[in-house]
């Protein structure tokens, strides 16, 4: 396992949080229920990107960039923190996102404008589709352009998310922990393949099991296919001797209602009962719909009260104030 020739650079404040919800537990009867506080990275008020941004902005530094790009929905965490990150670096950031320009700005939206980046509306491209021709024009410009894929999910994204393994598995030998299940919002597919190379790697017995948040496909091929390629060149990438299969994903897209960024009852219920028994703060769009994911798998059965599941909060709070008119506490 080879990648500390690999550039890296400091964004975030690590290792996050490792903590038991031992209300919520009790709330639903069982099982025991840990999160791993990745809403508290730091960057921009956190989220699991700025993990992918340390490998994804140090390969853009070490290639000379001056300029980054990426894309992602108006209210998109990843864009939040990349524009963070590049102002923190004296980066020109662009980003590309879907919709139109609102009357007013909040959430992600208003701390994107409050770091100083350049904002492009894309209409119904959020995945960054429009991305080519802006890097022919800035190039043309002069600049030395950087893209940051969709969501961070390329190769050093992922392999952020092996890191991240690395990490919780020092955390859970300190208090003696197994997880049977490991429980996230999955979207771009990154942080999927790099906790199943990770679960891998450090041979972990845990179920890494992915919350579909959008019906959406990435690259024109079905969302699972995408994440196992990705899981399989992460692995070349780091000479890891492992080949994942369909076998080797487990996606559960149970839960994507209405769609991407559509927030229902499930939503609304996972955001108010972990806030009101725990105190904290979960997103409409991802980890609200993720630990609605979860705290119905309890309820049918699929995750048993006799279980040890870690929740891994990727972030996203900001999201809340945009979506204040869907939210029904």
């Keep these: ?40 990275t730091g960057l921009a008020l956190g989220g699991n990107k700025t993990r992918k941004l340390e490998f994804i902005i140090g390969d853009a530094l070490a290639k000379g960039a001056d300029t980054i790009i990426t894309a992602g929905a108006a209210q998109s965490n ?11 670096l004296g980066l020109e950031c662009h980003l590309v996102l879907g919709g139109q320009a609102p ?14 980046c350049h904002i492009h509306w894309a209409g119904a491209h959020r995945k960054g589709e429009d991305i080519p021709q802006l890097v022919e024009q800035l190039t043309n410009a002069g600049k030395n352009v950087h893209v940051v894929p969709y969501g961070g999910s390329s190769e050093l994204g992922a392999l952020a998310f092996v890191e991240a393994f690395k990490e919780l598995e020092a955390q ?3 208090i003696h922990e197994t997880f049977t299940h490991i429980v996230f919002a999955s979207s771009s597919g990154g942080t999927q393949a790099g906790l199943m190379l990770g679960n891998r790697l450090f041979g972990s017995p845990s179920q890494i099991m992915g919350i579909n948040i959008d019906k959406g496909e990435t690259d024109q091929i079905p969302f699972d296919e995408y994440t196992l390629a990705l899981a399989n ?3 070349k990438l780091i000479g890891a001797d ?3 299969t369909a076998a080797d994903l487990c996606l559960n897209a149970d839960y994507v209602g209405d769609g991407y960024g559509v927030v229902g009852a499930l939503e609304n219920e996972a955001i108010a009962l972990t806030a ?6 979960l997103d409409p769009v991802y980890t609200g719909r993720a630990m609605g994911g979860l705290i119905d798998m309890i309820r049918i059965g699929k995750i048993k009260h006799t279980d040890r599941v870690l ?19």
């Design 172 to 174: 859970r030998s300190e």
């Design 233 to 235: 060149r992460t692995a």
């Design 1 to 40: 396992m080879e990648y500390h020739h690999i550039p890296r650079e400091p964004l975030g404040f690590f290792p996050t949080p490792l903590i038991e919800l031992t209300r919520l537990s009790h709330a639903l009867g069982g099982p025991t229920i840990f999160m791993k506080r990745d809403d508290q």
């Design 78 to 88: 990843h864009c939040r923190q990349t524009a963070a990150a590049a102002a923190s």
């Design 276 to 281: 009101q028994t725990e105190g904290i703060l």
């Design 242 to 244: 492992h080949q994942f």
């Design 103 to 116: 009357a007013a700005a909040n959430g992600n939206l208003l701390l994107d404008q409050i770091f100083g």
């Design 311 to 329: 929740f891994w909060h990727t972030g996203g709070a900001p999201a809340l104030f945009a979506y204040a008119s869907d939210l029904r506490i």
